[in-house]
């Protein structure tokens, strides 16, 4: 069934390839699903790459068909910023992005690992190359609902897939893994809040706001969960500041009953989890060693140790912690840190991990202020579901390898802010 996701895989880049190089085609309206809209071929690339983030197309072997598949995209979308008829738009966010992809290489110069560099480095490359393209391609409100309707289509195929019984067998390798897909219901489950606020769906778009968060407690993914509150916390601050504060804690106290009501929950975050209650959490009695940290704590304290000390500013080089770990058994045979904070400091130093969350701020900083000025129903959508969507993704970076999955997850809220770009750029 594996072999089946090299078809996937060829037949979606030739489309994307037909979409990307073709001068019009025609879209179904996502306002008006009996009428029809005329798009440029920039356009319909941008909803079929940004709908399609989800379809991983792994396939066991020597042949790495995800990373086959992340740098076809890359091209695509650099040589679309030639083809598109209109201009990329900067930002200081974008701006602060390329610098950090411009260190990321200069640690090609030092890494022990050059190889594994240029992979890492690909990674964090397509959320930059997503911002700068969506910003070019998108004018009109029509294609960023499209694309944005449409990612959130597979999402919920992506759903149904995983929990109907015997179905997921039939997509072996199709969708990305549990872990990346939760991280990238984060984004849907806030565009979702958003179509609710900003649409007539109303109740459509809420049961989908709420579909989107039950996969992380479902898995019991305690990143995920962790994620999905904060962006909905930041959802509520941006769109009603001060006054949130009540719903902000309404809501960080659903968070706190959840990890203590819901008994697989509390298994999984505490050692002990018979002996933890959340009376001994109000009196403040519970400590880092209670938490189940599944030997992280210590594997960070490792790899600091090893890749980190004595060259805290610039780092080991990048690559560095990807090469150590796949090329050692260590800690039972894990591949990833489980913590791209961690791996930053440790490729990139001090330096790098000061640049990559100046982007993150930046980024929401500026979604924060675009929301509060324009009036542009649209413009406000992107806005919020981008800055939002971006606090509970990154928070997810501290416990997981979002990075490795960023075709998934880093993509999407970064998608969401190049299209604001785009469409900011309309309005003027």
Not at 10 to 33: A, D, E, H, Q, S
Not at 235 to 257: M, R
Not at 298 to 315: D, P, S, T, V
């Amino acid at each position: 069934m594996y072999l089946l996701n090299y078809l996937y895989f060829l037949i979606i880049t030739l489309v994307g390839l037909k979409f990307l190089t073709m001068k019009r085609g025609v879209m179904t309206n996502p306002l008006n699903r009996e009428q029809k809209m005329v798009m440029d071929g920039p356009e319909m690339f941008w909803v079929l790459t940004f709908s399609t983030g989800l379809l991983a197309f792994s396939a066991p072997g020597a042949l790495d068909l995800m990373a086959i598949r992340l740098m076809v995209l890359e091209v695509f979308c650099f040589v679309g910023l030639f083809i598109c008829k209109r201009s990329p738009q900067w930002s200081p966010a974008i701006i602060f992005y390329l610098i950090y992809i411009i260190w990321l290489v200069i640690g090609l110069s030092y890494t022990p690992a050059p190889g594994y560099g240029f992979r890492v480095i690909l990674k964090y490359l397509y959320p930059l190359l997503i911002m700068l393209f969506a910003s070019a391609a998108v004018r009109d409100k029509e294609v960023f609902l499209k694309a944005g309707i449409g990612a959130r289509t597979v999402a919920i195929i992506s759903i149904a897939v995983a929990f109907i019984p015997y179905v997921g067998r039939l997509f072996p390798g199709v969708f990305w893994y549990g872990t990346a897909r939760a991280i990238n219901y984060i984004s849907m489950c806030i565009f979702s809040l958003a179509l609710f606020y900003y649409t007539q769906e109303k109740k459509k778009n809420l049961l989908l706001c709420i579909l989107f968060m039950l996969p992380c407690i479902l898995w019991v993914f305690r990143t995920s969960i962790m994620g999905t509150t904060l962006a909905l916390m930041t959802f509520f601050f941006f769109k009603y500041k001060l006054k949130s504060l009540p719903v902000i804690f309404s809501v960080l106290v659903l968070f706190v009953v959840a990890v203590f009501a819901i008994p697989s929950v509390r298994e999984k975050m505490f050692v002990n989890s018979e002996n933890i209650s959340i009376e001994q959490f109000q009196r403040g009695e519970i400590s880092k060693d209670d938490i189940n940290s599944n030997a992280r704590f210590a594997m960070w304290e490792h790899l600091e140790n090893r890749f980190y000390e004595e060259k805290e500013l610039i780092g080991s080089g990048i690559g560095s912690v990807q090469n150590y770990m796949y090329t050692n058994f260590v800690f039972g045979g894990l591949k990833v840190p489980h913590n791209d904070y961690v791996q930053i400091l440790c490729d990139s130093g001090i330096i790098g991990i000061v640049m990559y969350l100046l982007i993150i701020l930046v980024v929401i900083i500026h979604c924060f202020i675009v929301y509060q000025k324009v009036s542009d129903v649209e413009i406000k959508m992107c806005a919020i579901v981008a800055g939002s969507s971006l606090a509970g993704v990154a928070l997810t970076m501290y416990t997981d390898n979002v990075v490795n999955y960023s075709m998934a997850t880093l993509s999407y809220p970064f998608g969401f802010y190049g299209m604001m770009l785009g469409l900011m750029k309309s309005s003027k």
